[in-house]
Nanobody, 125 residues
Framework: QLQLAESGGGLVQPGGSLRLSCVVS????????IGWFRQAPGKDREGVSC????????LYGETVKGRFTTARDNAKKTVYLQMNSVKPEDTGTYYC??????????????????WGQGTQVTVSS
């Protein structure tokens, strides 16, 4: 069974940068499509990005386009979320999860599985 573990969260000032990591392990760790999500208190979980392992295709959510980028390190089986020009509204718990259909065709949380434990990001001065 695929297992995911996020890290890299913390406190960052508005306009700053932060890089999150999602380490992929377990069965199926060489063939996956991984999504990043975030959830602020009292709000629904929101899709941030999805990356397909085999061809590098990436889907971004509208609220982060042009500010966040997703990349992979195949040797380390890690997917990164580089957050630039962060805003207070980027605050939340960030999760990575596996796309159950392997397509990255949507960022709707309902089709993602094997959620990590999350890492907290706080954007504040």
């Amino acid at each position: 069974q695929l297992q995911l573990a996020e890290s890299g969260g913390g406190l960052v000032q508005p306009g700053g940068s932060l890089r999150l990591s999602c380490v992929v392990s377990g069965r199926g760790a060489d063939d996956w499509a991984i999504g990043w999500f975030r959830q602020a208190p009292g709000k629904d979980r929101e899709g941030v990005s999805c990356l397909r392992h085999w061809d590098g295709y990436i889907l971004y959510g509208e609220t982060v386009k042009g500010r966040f980028t997703t990349a992979r390190d195949n040797a380390k089986k890690t997917v990164y979320l580089q957050m630039n020009s962060v805003k207070p509204e980027d605050t939340g718990t960030y999760y990575c999860a596996r796309s159950s259909d392997g397509s990255c065709g949507t960022l709707h949380p309902s089709i993602y599985r094997s959620w990590g434990q999350g890492t907290q990001v706080t954007v504040s001065s």
